[in-house]
């Protein structure tokens, strides 16, 4: 990749990163909190999801209203899902009454505007295990919801639901993911996100009662199909399978659109950053679709490519050559659930970090700026060249809590909210604006800024 600003990269390497921000930063951070989620919203302010409570803030992190989630009173509520549906509501899922969901208003959460009527087992939404994490994708009037093993098995891992109507929050005729024994796959989803005509999710999740060894997946079901016929899972290789265990993501959409997996060895030791263009999974993911529907799951007599997972008794067929083409979202007579049974490699960019714990990801100059969060409460600024990552800033945040995986950047991409267990902070993502000469610039090592000789300021580097 080139930059505008050719020695800044060298610089990169050569220097150590910075310690911290020269600047105090906006926290909220109320007395006795406990934090689970946070979201920006499409308005610009930002939600939290805590026990008992949802707290709505401006993008200063300026306190706006506080809704009550305890219910009954003196139990605590863990907020499991929250997120901004397509039309602009609140949906916020507690731990209590078996993850049940509710929709707010985005204005005043406190403001219950749709609830379960009736609620019961086909109600359920997000996990009511703690350490389960539930992630979803919401897409007009459904929502894509899937969670991880739990205690109960009355939920499946992945579900449809609908949105909005008198079947909200249900998932009557819609799809699920069909799992034989969920607990032989020990599921855990990491990552919901949209992209495209798209939904993908990341996933850990072992082969089976004989594949004990977790490992990671991407999968993919077709926006506009909620019976989820076109459901794909891809494996993921980090660095050759040695960090097979993945513990964030994010996914960036557009012309260099990529998932960011940071992974480990799964014993809590030094992680990793590796990045799989999206192209290559849309790519893949289709390939093996292919290979299910009219090859009956090989290229070739030596080359098996797909099959039916989760003991599923289906099989892969041969369908006519141009069937992937005719169903791109499947169909009730097509494969399903297909897994791929070549894996996607991509190379560590970072290795030298320990447990690291969120991800994102923004573009600037044609280059990529990489945020990384750790689990000793650490945000870690770095900038990637061809295939090396390097660490060019480095901010404590906490001194004992991790930072949380809904690491977030505003609208615009002008600035960073990170989240620990009891407070938001919210980081410019640049720090251009705050040094008034090419000393500062050249100390500060910031690959957003350029030095502007005309103007004799610091300036940040258009797109």
């Not at 919901?192 to 993908?200: F, Q, S, V």
């Not at 993502?429 to 000789?453: A, E």
């Amino acid at each position: 990749m080139t930059f505008p600003w050719p020695v800044l990269p060298l610089l990169l390497l050569l220097l150590p990163p910075l310690p911290g921000e020269p600047f105090p930063l906006p926290t909220f951070a109320p007395p006795n909190a406990s934090f689970q989620h946070l979201l920006v919203a499409s308005t610009g302010d930002v939600y939290v999801g805590a026990t008992n409570a949802i707290h709505r803030l401006g993008p200063g992190l300026a306190p706006l209203a506080t809704a009550t989630t305890e219910n009954p009173p003196n139990l605590p509520n863990p907020n499991r899902l929250l997120l901004e549906t397509p039309s602009g509501r609140l949906l916020t899922c507690g731990q209590r009454h078996h993850g049940l969901c509710q929709a707010r208003a985005l204005a005043d959460p406190q403001h219950v505007l749709a609830t379960p009527p009736d609620p019961g087992e086909g109600h359920f939404i997000a996990a009511p295990d703690a350490g389960v994490p539930t992630v979803a994708v919401a897409h007009g009037t459904f929502l894509w919801v899937a969670r991880g093993s739990s205690g109960t098995r009355l939920v499946p891992p992945l579900t449809v639901r609908h949105l909005e109507g008198p079947h909200a929050f249900s998932g009557e005729g819609l799809g699920r993911l069909v799992v034989g024994d969920p607990g032989d796959y020990g599921l855990h989803y990491i990552l919901a996100a949209p992209t495209g005509t798209h939904a993908y999710f990341l996933l850990t999740r072992r082969g089976g009662p004989s594949e004990p060894e977790p490992r990671t997946y991407a999968a993919r079901a077709c926006l506009a199909d909620p019976q989820l016929y076109s459901y794909v899972e891809v494996p993921l290789d980090c660095q050759a399978g040695a960090y097979p265990v993945a513990r964030a993501g994010a996914l960036r959409s557009g012309q260099h659109g990529a998932l960011f997996v940071v992974a480990d060895a799964g014993a809590g030791l030094l992680s990793a950053l590796c990045v799989f263009p999206l192209e290559v999974l849309e790519t893949e993911a289709e390939a093996t679709r292919q290979a299910c529907y009219s090859h009956g799951g090989g290229v070739g007599i030596d080359l098996p490519r797909a099959a039916i997972a989760y003991g599923v008794t289906s099989h892969c067929t041969h369908l006519p050559q141009e069937s992937s083409e005719l169903y791109p979202c499947g169909d009730e007579h097509t494969p399903s659930p297909i897994v791929s049974l070549v894996p996607i490699q991509a190379p560590a960019l970072v290795t030298e970090l320990p447990q690291l714990t969120a991800v994102v990801a923004t573009e600037e100059a044609g280059n990529t700026i990489i945020f990384l969060g750790d689990a000793f409460g650490q945000l870690h600024k770095v900038f990637i060249e061809a295939s090396r990552g390097s660490v060019y800033s480095t901010v404590r945040l906490s001194q004992h809590s991790p930072i949380s995986p809904d690491l977030l950047l505003d609208k615009t991409g002008t600035y960073l909210y990170a989240m620990t267990e009891s407070q938001v902070t919210r980081l410019p993502v640049s720090k251009c604006p705050q040094f008034p000469d090419c000393t500062s610039c050249l100390g500060v090592r910031d690959p957003f800024c350029g030095w502007c000789v005309l103007q004799g300021r610091l300036h940040v580097i258009p797109i």
